[in-house]
């Protein structure tokens, strides 16, 4: 049974940090495209960042190109996310998702996701 389990949300000042944490257990986390998204109060969910298995293709959306950058340690099971230069329009529910299948890319879109943790929320206070 795969689990996906975020951590590491909270509060905290515009213009602070922040960082994620997603681990997941279950499927062989080496080979998965791993993403984050978010649902921000009364919006869609939608794609932040993706890192495929070996770190070498990455994607961001454009509202947190810049501020966020994505990685992940195989050895630990673990996708990061680390949010700077936060604004208040970046909180939401942030959600960690491994792809549906093995040794495939996406750039975020969530269809190929098949894995999703519960979430974890950020509020970024102004």
């Known amino acids: 049974q795969v689990q996906v389990l975020e951590s590491g949300g909270g509060l905290v000042q515009a213009g602070g940090s922040l960082r994620l944490s997603c681990t997941a257990s279950?499927?062989?986390?080496?080979?998965?495209?791993m993403g984050w998204f978010r649902r921000a109060p009364g919006k869609e969910r939608e794609p932040v960042s993706s890192?495929?298995?070996?770190?070498?293709?990455?994607s961001y959306g454009d509202s947190v190109k810049g501020r966020f950058t994505i990685s992940r340690d195989n050895a630990k099971n673990t996708v990061y996310l680390q949010m700077n230069s936060l604004k208040p329009e970046d909180t939401a529910m942030y959600y960690c998702?491994?792809?549906?299948?093995?040794?495939?890319?996406?750039?975020?879109?969530?269809?190929?996701?098949?894995?999703w943790g519960q979430g974890t929320e950020v509020t970024v206070s102004s």
């Open positions: 998702a491994a792809a549906s299948r093995p040794a495939r890319w996406s750039a975020g879109v969530e269809a190929d996701f098949g894995y």
């Open positions: 279950g499927l062989h986390f080496m080979v998965y495209t």
């Open positions: 890192i495929s298995p070996a770190s070498d293709r990455i």
